[in-house]
């Protein structure tokens, strides 16, 4: 029972902790988009539809925190530390991704308003950042399945 719930804390671990992440990443590239369109404003310019697209980039990564929950979720409960590792880790790591993402949009939101120009290069910059959280949920998925081939490896170990 105790197993099951540690379970369930590595796979909630892993989405809560990249929806955190998402949650920061949003709100600083959101603040940055507030303040530059109040500049645009001021200067009597066009406020560019663009940052709201820069400022949901970092959002992404709350589906790959609950992607990797769902695998994390099919863990026997006696892997439970493997489900907490990666849980935690692998949370950890698309969070970060997702923080310093926004962090980057932030700045993206500042010069496209201020030159209304790099778009696209922006968009390439923040994609790079969010390869971290792409290889994050790869490896960590391809962990999970040597975990279950552990249990294949015991359970025959057992019978022989």
Same mark, same amino acid.
């Given at each position: 029972?105790?197993?099951?719930?540690?379970?369930? @804390?590595?796979? *909630? #671990?892993?989405?809560?902790?990249?929806? &955190?992440? /998402?949650?920061?990443? $949003?709100?600083? =590239?959101?603040?940055?988009? @507030?303040?530059?369109?109040?500049? $645009?404003?001021? %200067?009597?310019?066009? !406020?560019?539809? %663009?940052?709201?697209?820069?400022?949901?980039?970092?959002?992404?990564?709350?589906i790959y925190g609950m992607i +990797?929950?769902? /695998?994390?979720?099919?863990?026997?409960?006696? *892997?439970?530390?493997?489900? +907490?590792?990666?849980? &935690?880790?692998?949370?950890?790591? &698309? !969070?970060? /991704?997702? =923080?310093?993402?926004?962090?980057? #949009?932030?700045? !993206?939101?500042?010069? *496209?308003?201020?030159?209304?120009k790099g778009f696209v290069n922006?968009?390439?910059?923040?994609?790079?950042?969010?390869?971290?959280? &792409?290889?994050?949920l790869a490896f960590a998925m391809?962990?999970?399945?040597?975990?279950?081939?552990?249990?294949?490896?015991?359970?025959?170990?057992?019978?022989?």
């Amino acid at each position: 029972m105790i197993d099951q719930a540690m379970v369930y @804390v590595g796979a *909630f #671990a892993t989405f809560g902790m990249a929806a &955190i992440g /998402s949650a920061y990443g $949003c709100g600083v =590239a959101g603040a940055s988009a @507030v303040g530059s369109w109040k500049k $645009c404003y001021a %200067q009597g310019k066009a !406020a560019p539809f %663009q940052l709201s697209i820069l400022t949901g980039v970092p959002m992404s990564q709350t589906i790959y925190g609950m992607i +990797l929950m769902g /695998s994390v979720l099919n863990i026997q409960p006696q *892997f439970w530390p493997a489900a +907490l590792i990666i849980g &935690i880790l692998g949370g950890l790591g &698309i !969070a970060m /991704s997702a =923080a310093f993402q926004g962090r980057a #949009a932030a700045g !993206a939101c500042d010069a *496209f308003a201020e030159t209304g120009k790099g778009f696209v290069n922006y968009l390439i910059a923040l994609g790079i950042i969010e390869t971290i959280a &792409i290889f994050v949920l790869a490896f960590a998925m391809m962990f999970l399945g040597n975990a279950q081939i552990l249990k294949v490896v015991e359970a025959a170990a057992a019978g022989v």
